[in-house]
């Protein structure tokens, strides 16, 4: 940024960072547990890959 003006330019008039987007994620998890539970509910055997894909999210939720 020291050795470039546009690239100066374009951080100091970019807007602020706000905790808006710093709490982006948090929406996930309940998201998750939700449709996990409505599998569970339901027929297993019919909602399997989704089933299996929501316990693959919350692999890749909990590494994040």
């Known amino acids: 940024m020291a050795k470039d003006e546009d690239i100066a330019r374009y ?3 970019s807007a602020p960072s706000t905790y808006q987007v710093a ?3 948090d929406w996930i998890r309940p998201y998750l547990d939700y ?3 409505e599998c569970e509910r339901n027929n297993y055997a019919y909602y399997k890959s989704k089933y299996d894909n929501i316990i ?3 692999d ?3 590494r994040f």
């Open 11 to 13: 951080v100091y008039y």
């Open 23 to 25: 709490r982006y994620s």
């Open 35 to 37: 449709q996990k539970s």
């Open 56 to 58: 693959k999210s919350f």
């Open 60 to 62: 890749y939720l909990n």
